[in-house]
């Protein structure tokens, strides 16, 4: 049983910044990986970041720059740090991570998003 709960999305103007948050808690033995998706409608979900459990940090090729991702491994919470938001990165946005929930097994799990709104 784990939970993701993200934080931090709203509504911004074009060029602005947001920051979003997401925290894991429950049965975590050990948090493999983290990152964030998003999904504008009509549109297949698409990975944005992610920060592996050894620290390497791979980005959608339209965020590269803009973006970037963090985590705090003794909180079980991932950052997204977005600038130089553009209006086609109006998307649901949601945190996922790999977390082994005993030893041995692993599950990924899905929070319930939060919605950027990017006005142009």
């Known amino acids: 049983q784990v939970q993701l709960v993200e934080s931090g999305g709203g509504l911004v103007q074009a060029g602005g910044s947001l920051r979003l948050s997401c925290v894991a808690s429950g049965s975590i033995v050990r948090i493999n990986a983290m990152g964030w998706y998003r999904q504008a409608p009509g549109k297949q979900r698409e990975l944005v970041a992610v920060f592996s459990s050894y620290g390497s940090t791979n980005y959608v090729d339209s965020v590269k720059v803009r973006f970037t991702i963090s985590r705090d491994k003794a909180k079980n919470t991932v950052y997204l740090q977005m600038n130089s938001l553009r209006p086609e990165g109006t998307s649901v946005y949601y945190c996922?991570?790999?977390?082994?929930?005993?030893?041995?097994?692993?599950?990924?799990?899905w929070g319930q998003g939060t919605q950027v709104t990017v006005s142009s």
């Open positions: 996922n991570a790999d977390i082994m929930t005993r030893v041995g097994v692993s599950t990924r799990y």
